[in-house]
């Protein structure tokens, strides 16, 4: 789409219907420096993946774009969402590929699909549905994907020759039930499992020819039950026994024509399979290691140090290491070299048990050979750019208004080549840079941003504002009316529901009385605990800088934290504490690396021997006591670690950092190695204990980008069985549910409620309950039951809220008063009052002082105006 815009710095993109964005996109635009994306109802599944890490990468200017759906990862900002949370439903879902999608570098002609000689490394995704013909030959494809094959219902010839496809694994070409001819030639195959081929009953023509295929397991064809040509030669088959059933199928019905021969054993060699007679075919002497391994990858027990091994599909394995190694094949020991500390191709020595040193590389030095020569002593920079020392070579990073590989040329700005002004703008070139001069309603650098105008509304009584472009308007709730939604309905005084909840102390959470229950409990909201939810006790991590400050900590007698965390995450800071003397724990490869010094140089090195990143919830418990420092892992086996020295304790002052550091701290203790990298934690803290006692976020010193609960690790519908109780216990007029103070919601716009009821916003997004008048119950205030009245309940009930008044209001909100309650047949007013004065504003400009009656006392009265 972009191709030849190689000059292009801003590209806008504002308030489209983009949902996702293919990969390469952009990179033709080797130029851009401003990207806007925002007010687009992005996608965030499996396909958008890749753009997250290319956002982190390019570092743009122009705005955050955020999530979309699905509803877990709503309003997330798109490059901060971790790359597991990308998630797809469905195997054959095509991301942003249309109905007339054809995969790149293949041609689409009617229903054949040529994707023949052009390199591909393997069956490519969102092959249209309707593919008759589809030819794959002459690449370098290794895998049969059977899931990108598997909605080709329709495909009747497969052309997979001279490619290199090593192994046919079960089931490679389920639902192809029309499939007639298939071709192998030509390839690397040297294993075909029982039921590679199975449901190909409509398949005439295979060809396997070529190949290095020594055995054929018996029932491998038992689904070809149209077959009329088999092409096997050029195979070296061993003819013993195993193949005994392949030589009397062949001769049954004649589908192979006498070209497959045998190789093994000796006595076999170059006779035909299809003349030898079957008896021929013995299992006499002892079959090769080569010819055993080719279907088992394990069978030549390729992991080391006591690691067993696995077998997975298309002939792939994994070791599952032995403690204390690690590696693909368990060829490594787990000790301070482990993931090789030194930087630069430098090569890590144990010194002693916990300390390293690096051997370096010509060009570098430092203990990590980190410092390598510096390449800008004879650099081609132009006008005043500043040079940036590179690994054999170097960078120009221009001053304001050049650009160029040696910033050797001046930006034209404001030019019909160069002007980012957007919405009516007026460009304005400063030779260094440019300025944007916007008309009224909009703001930022290029004129992009609508300013919100619902930032100081004056809209009353739960109006929505909705944002215009230098105007706002008001969304009325229920009957209101007015520019402002200032004037009430005429209807009768609205009184609240007699209920515990009215003066409920839950904190974080929501007050609910049980159906026939005199008394509330507090539900919590996720992430809060306690009997009033005062409590914030676990902790979602989901941006790169996440990090949570709490006080230093006390590390005499000794030390003791222990964190329950899940995390699919293999790299992120845990905990750290300290300057030169410190703590650091991080995951580092999946693994807990730990990082222990008093005061005794060098720094003791560990490594947990368990892996963490998996999802799953693990218990680290981790115990300072003087030089002596233990790690254990969901109470398995400790290991320790001493730094040795003069020094006994270890003497912080500093706070001390969960799931991640500030930048300053941060890059403080990545300069001095006691963090291999700044990466936040990602996933949930479900339990922190320091010192035995739990740790209650509330008290933090500082919060950065956290959110209370698990939700990212949690299903969608985690509290569903609890909601649909509440809404059931909801149906009589003794069953209250109150919000407690949480975040602002509109959940009252197009309300159910009847009779003159009260509608109150709940918790959660778009819900809310009805307070009703008295004499009437029921969810939505439906249900009479004015029998069940139980005496007056006037009170007063104190607000603070604007005061205002015929298009105008109070400049600031002003603590009010109102009386609420039943009285029988009588009704609950003011008894006494006191006049305040209060200054309004107008939309005008124009202001006055008016004296408001502010109730002081309420009671029942048969005056009811």
């Known amino acids: ?86 998630k797809c439903t469905s195997d054959n879902d095509q991301g942003c590929l249309g109905d007339n999608y054809c995969p790149p570098k293949c041609i689409c002609t009617g229903t054949v699909v040529r994707c023949s000689r052009v390199r591909l490394r393997e069956i490519p995704r969102g092959i249209p549905p309707e593919t008759s013909e589809l030819y794959l030959d002459v690449n370098e494809i290794q895998t049969i994907h059977a899931d990108r094959l598997s909605h080709l219902k329709s495909l009747t010839r497969l052309d997979l020759s001279n490619n290199q496809i090593s192994i046919l694994s079960n089931f490679s070409f389920v639902n192809l039930t029309k499939l007639s001819t298939l071709i192998i030639s030509y390839n690397k195959l ?72 045998c190789v093994e054993p000796h006595t076999m060699r170059d006779k035909l399979l299809l003349t030898t007679p079957s008896s021929a075919f013995q299992c006499k002497g002892r079959v090769s290691y080569e010819i055993l391994a080719k279907c088992d990858a394990c069978f030549t027990f390729p992991c080391a140090n006591g690691g067993k091994c696995e077998p997975l599909p298309e002939r792939q394995y994994v070791c599952r290491c032995a403690p204390g190694y690690h590696g693909q094949h368990c060829q490594y020991m787990i000790d301070a070299c482990y993931g090789n500390p030194c930087r630069n191709a430098g ?38 750019a500043t040079c940036v020392d590179l690994v054999q070579a170097y960078e120009c990073r221009c001053t304001p208004g050049f650009m160029g590989e040696y910033c050797e040329t001046k930006i034209p700005f404001c030019t019909k080549e160069y002007n980012p002004c957007r919405n009516g703008a007026r460009c304005v070139d400063h ?49 209101f009316t007015g520019k402002f939604c200032e004037i009430a309905p005429m209807v009768a005084m609205l009184y609240p529901q007699t209920s515990p909840c009215q003066h409920h102390d839950c904190k974080n959470g929501i007050c609910f009385q049980p159906m026939g229950s005199n008394d509330y409990i507090c539900k919590c909201a996720p992430g809060y605990s306690g009997k009033r939810c005062e409590y914030l006790t676990s902790l979602s991590f989901v941006h790169n800088n996440s990090f949570v400050e709490l006080e230093p900590l006390r590390t005499k007698p000794s030390a003791n934290v222990t964190m329950v965390f899940a995390t699919e995450q293999e790299n992120g800071v845990l905990l750290y504490d300290g300057q030169s003397e410190h703590l650091a724990v991080e995951l580092f490869n999946g693994r807990i690396r730990v990082s222990y010094d008093v005061g005794n140089y060098p720094v003791s090195t560990m490594y947990s021997f368990e892996m963490v990143s998996d999802g799953k919830y693990h218990m680290v418990e981790l115990i300072a006591i003087k030089k002596n420092f233990t790690l254990r892992v969901d109470r398995g086996l400790a290991r320790s670690i001493i730094n040795e020295g ?60 956290v959110t ?158």
Not at 51 to 67: A, I, M, T, V, Y
Not at 453 to 466: E, H, K, L
Request: net charge negative; hydrophobic share 30%.
């Open 646 to 705: 003069t020094r006994d304790f270890l003497h912080l002052t500093t706070p001390l950092f969960i799931g991640g550091v500030p930048p300053e701290a941060g890059q403080e203790a990545f300069t001095q190695w006691h963090l291999r990298n700044l990466t936040s934690f990602s996933g949930c803290l479900k339990e922190l204990w320091v010192n035995h006692k739990p740790a209650d976020f509330m008290n933090a010193a500082r919060q950065q980008k």
């Open 1 to 86: 789409m972009f191709v030849g815009l190689t000059n292009l710095k801003t590209l806008v993109l504002y308030d489209n219907h983009i949902t996702c964005v293919m990969p390469g996109s952009f990179d033709f635009l080797t130029s851009l420096h401003s990207l806007n994306l925002l007010s687009n109802p992005f996608s965030c599944n499996c396909h958008l993946a890749w753009f997250s890490e290319w956002l982190q990468k390019h570092d743009l200017s122009g705005g955050n774009p955020r999530c979309h759906t699905p509803p877990r990862v709503k309003d997330v900002l798109i490059h901060e969402l971790p790359h597991h949370e990308f």
């Open 347 to 384: 090569t890590c020595k144990v010194l002693e048990e916990g300390r390293f040193s690096c051997h370096c590389p010509a060009g570098f030095t430092g203990d990590r050979c980190e410092t390598n020569v510096d390449d800008c002593n004879n650099s081609k920079c132009e006008n005043n």
């Open 431 to 479: 030779f260094t840079h440019y300025t944007c001069e916007c008309v009224v309603g909009y703001s930022g650098e290029n004129c992009t941003i609508n300013i919100d105008d619902c930032q100081n509304n004056m809209c009353q009584n739960g109006a929505t504002c909705v944002d215009g472009v230098n105007d706002y308007a008001c969304k009325c709730p229920g009957d």
């Open 708 to 865: 209370p609960g698990c939700s990212l690790l949690q299903e969608e519908d985690d509290d569903d069985d609890d909601e649909e109780q509440m809404e059931e216990d909801e149906g009589g007029p003794a069953a209250v549910v109150a919000a407690a103070p949480m975040a602002e919601q509109d959940s009252c716009v197009n309300n159910q409620c009847q009779r003159g009821s009260k509608c109150v916003p709940r918790s959660r997004p778009r819900e809310y309950s009805c307070r009703c008048r008295p004499g009437w119950g029921g969810r939505y205030c439906e249900q009479d039951v004015s029998f069940g009245y139980q005496g007056p309940t006037c009170r007063k009930e104190q607000t603070r809220e604007y005061y205002a008044e015929n298009g105008c209001r109070s400049r600031k909100p002003v603590k009010l008063a109102r009386c609420e309650g039943s009285c029988g047949s009588s009704c609950c007013r003011a008894r006494k009052t006191k006049r305040r004065k209060v200054r309004l504003i107008c939309n005008d400009g124009t202001r006055y002082t008016k004296d408001v009656n502010i109730v002081r006392k309420c009671a029942c009265t048969k005056k009811c105006y």
């Open 190 to 261: 040297q294993c075909i499992q029982r039921d590679a081929l199975a449901g190909l009953e409509s398949l005439r023509i295979i060809s396997l020819h070529g190949n290095d295929i020594s055995v054929i397991p018996d029932g491998a064809f038992a689904d070809l039950k149209s077959i009329t040509h088999l092409a096997l030669g050029a195979n070296p088959f061993l003819c013993d026994c195993s193949l005994r059933w392949l030589a009397d199928w062949v001769k049954r019905d004649y589908v192979e024509p006498g070209i497959a021969r």
